[in-house]
């Protein structure tokens, strides 16, 4: 999700495809949670990679999860990932998932509900 340009709207897209109380997931490379001294000795060269793949780590995708699924749970982890976390989300949609604007375009009788 740090390298997709329009990655609010793929999230919206990923749970639209999702049928109420289904189960709906993300992952994405992130800054760590709590800078360490190896993080800070190795800051620069996150920033260069970051810049060289277009990736923006401030945007914290995982928080979408909180925001529009139930059940959620939010982990991190760094093991075999140079100096970067791997943060990932995943949680049940909203029994009501049209409430929010989501609907399934795949469901034929989704255009009946509406």
């Known amino acids: 999700m740090s390298v997709i340009p329009q990655w609010e709207a793929a999230w919206d897209a990923m749970l639209a495809l999702v049928r109420p109380g289904g189960t709906a997931a993300l ?3 992130g800054p760590p949670p709590k800078r360490t001294i190896s993080t800070r000795l190795v800051w620069p060269l996150i920033w260069l990679g970051c810049r060289y793949f277009a990736a923006d780590w401030a945007r914290e995708p995982w928080k979408l999860a909180a925001r529009d699924l ?3 749970d939010i982990s991190w982890s760094n093991r075999g990932y140079a100096w970067g976390y791997i943060h990932a989300a995943g949680g049940t949609t909203r029994p009501s998932a049209t409430a929010l ?3 399934n375009e795949l469901d034929p009788n989704a255009a009946a509900s509406r």
């Open 27 to 29: 992952m994405d490379g």
């Open 101 to 103: 604007g989501h609907t």
């Open 70 to 72: 139930e059940q959620v």
